[in-house]
Each structure stands twice: as C-alpha cells, then as structure tokens.
C-alpha cells in the first residue's frame, strides 16, 4: 500500500517562501510520475504541478510558473515543492500524489494527509 506524508507546511507572509516535502513508502517512486496538488478553502481540488519519474520533466499550472520548483530524489524516495514568492491564493492544504499531469493528479487516490499553507500578513 502507498503511503504519502507531506511536511513543510506554515504560515508565511506575501512574498515569503517556504519548502513542502513528501516522503513516499510502499512503493518504488522511480517508477511513477508524480505531482501536488492543493485546495484552497470551499474550492476544489487543483492541479499544481508534476514531475516525470527520472524529474527530466516538469509542467506547472500558469498561476505558479516562474514562482515554484518541483524536484525529486528517487534514492530517498522523496518529492518536494519549494514555493517562492508566494501570494495570498497560494492559501490551501496542499497534497502531494501519483500520476502525471492535470487529470491524474486531481483524480489520483493515493494522497497524503496534506500540508497547510497560509499566506498572510
């Protein structure tokens, strides 16, 4: 069974940055794409970015272009999201979750508890 944990998560003020990390057992993360996704308060579940499985490919959706950084370390079974520049509509639980693209992100069912991530002054 696949277990996903997120961590890294805070409260951080506009403009300020912080690092999401999710550790991944039960399965050989060389093998899948992989992705995060958020929800921001009384919205829907959104697609952010994803990374192919050897990270020679990454997308992001246009909101955070130029902003976040999907990497990964397969030896250490691990993906992370570093978030700069962040705005107040990055505000959401943030998931970290298998597949690659849009699609199967949001529909994936392997996903975390989440990370929060607040953007406030």
């Known amino acids: 069974e696949v277990q996903l944990v997120e961590t890294g998560g805070g409260l951080v003020q506009p403009g300020g940055s912080l690092r999401l990390s999710c550790e991944v057992s039960?399965?050989?993360?060389?093998?899948?794409?992989m992705s995060w996704v958020r929800q921001a308060p009384g919205k829907g579940l959104e697609w952010v970015s994803s990374i192919f499985t050897d990270g020679s490919k990454v997308d992001y959706v246009d909101s955070v272009k130029g902003r976040f950084t999907i990497s990964r370390d397969n030896a250490k079974n691990t993906l992370a999201l570093q978030m700069n520049k962040l705005k107040t509509e990055d505000t959401a639980l943030y998931y970290c979750?298998?597949?690659?693209?849009?699609?199967?992100?949001?529909?994936?069912?392997?996903r975390g508890p989440g990370t929060q991530v607040t953007v406030s002054s």
């Open positions: 979750t298998l597949g690659w693209g849009r699609v199967a992100a949001t529909t994936s069912s392997a």
């Open positions: 039960g399965l050989a993360q060389a093998k899948v794409p």
